[in-house]
């Protein structure tokens, strides 16, 4: 989408980026000439996803789990060791699982809050403190899901976001004297690997319910993820945008 060297000596930690999303938006960054870390649970994964993202450029891994302090800081003192420097960081990792709010049990509330609003601010307070506030410099983007209606049948989820979303603007503007950006992406329904976590009648007729009448793709999101890091963005700050081909603004999300 860039031309080859928009992110020439630039460093970039993509969470999550084993699979999925996560994976496109290594790829983008690395097409467009950054050096990209992926970061997350399973070795296996990142191992496979690093060897065939190393084709297009400087690309390791390294296991962290986002909910993990020890692990976190295991991973700030990798890359300084190898890159020396952080410019981006990607907060991509992230799941739920769907669930009646009625029926959601108090330890899988806690499981979902923990990963996707603790684990992302653990992830941008220790990259921020390494690296982007030392620096005077760096871009953070979160990526959420669409929230715009509430999240019916995954509550936990929509709250997490929502936490994410508001960090985003309030992060944004107290680091805006160190220079560095604050952005979101809310992904609509994306044809990717992390659907295989739902049941795939809960999947059964979606895209009529999105006024492009199609899931999105990984790389549609990844694209918009690649400006908004780039200095293409350099004056967009605080902002959280939709890649959802309308979905927010219409129909039913959810078979409830
Ligand atoms: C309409 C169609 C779908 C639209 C999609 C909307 C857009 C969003 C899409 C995506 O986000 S795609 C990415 C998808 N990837 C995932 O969702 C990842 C899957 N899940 C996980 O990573 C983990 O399960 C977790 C949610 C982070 C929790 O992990 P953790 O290891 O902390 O906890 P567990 O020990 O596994 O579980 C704790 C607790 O949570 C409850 N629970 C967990 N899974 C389920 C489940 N599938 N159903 C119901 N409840 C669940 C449960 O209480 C667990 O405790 P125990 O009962 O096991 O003691
Ligand atoms: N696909 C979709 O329709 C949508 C997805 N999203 C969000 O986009 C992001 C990427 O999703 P997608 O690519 O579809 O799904 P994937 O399941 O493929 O990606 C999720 C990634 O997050 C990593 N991860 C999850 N929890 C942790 C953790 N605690 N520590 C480190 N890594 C973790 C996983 O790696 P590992 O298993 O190795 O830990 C995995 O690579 C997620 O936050 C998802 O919720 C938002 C809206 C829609």
Request: net charge neutral.
């Amino acid at each position: 989408m860039f031309q080859a060297n928009v992110f020439d000596q630039k460093v970039a930690l993509v969470t999550g980026g084993g699979s999925g999303i996560g994976y496109a938006i290594a790829e983008q960054l690395l097409r467009a000439g950054a050096r990209v870390f992926i970061a997350g649970r399973k070795e296996e994964k990142l191992k496979k996803a690093q060897e065939s993202l190393s084709q297009l450029g400087q690309c390791a891994y390294q296991v962290c789990d986002i909910r993990d302090s020890e692990q976190i800081g295991q991973l700030v003192a990798f890359i300084k060791e190898t890159a020396g420097r952080l410019d981006i960081l990607v907060n991509n990792a992230g799941g739920q699982f769907p669930s009646l709010a009625e029926d959601m049990a108090e330890k899988g509330w806690n499981a979902v809050i923990n990963n996707n609003l603790n684990g992302t601010w653990y992830m941008t307070q220790a990259m921020a403190k390494a690296f982007f506030i030392p620096q005077k410099q760096g871009t953070i983007l979160n990526i959420i899901v669409n929230i715009y209606r509430g999240v019916p049948g995954m509550a936990h989820t929509g709250a997490a976001r929502a936490g994410v979303d508001n960090l985003t603007k309030t992060l944004a503007v107290e680091w805006s004297k160190y220079n560095i950006r604050v952005n979101a992406v809310a992904p609509g329904i994306i044809q990717s690997s992390g659907l295989e976590n739902y049941p795939p009648e809960m999947l059964d007729g979606l895209a009529e319910t999105i006024p492009m009448k199609r899931l999105g793709t990984t790389d549609e999101v990844a694209w918009l993820c690649a400006f908004l890091v780039s200095p293409f963005a350099a004056y967009i700050t605080g902002e959280t945008m939709y890649v959802d081909g309308g979905q927010r603004l219409f129909g039913q999300q959810f078979q409830l």
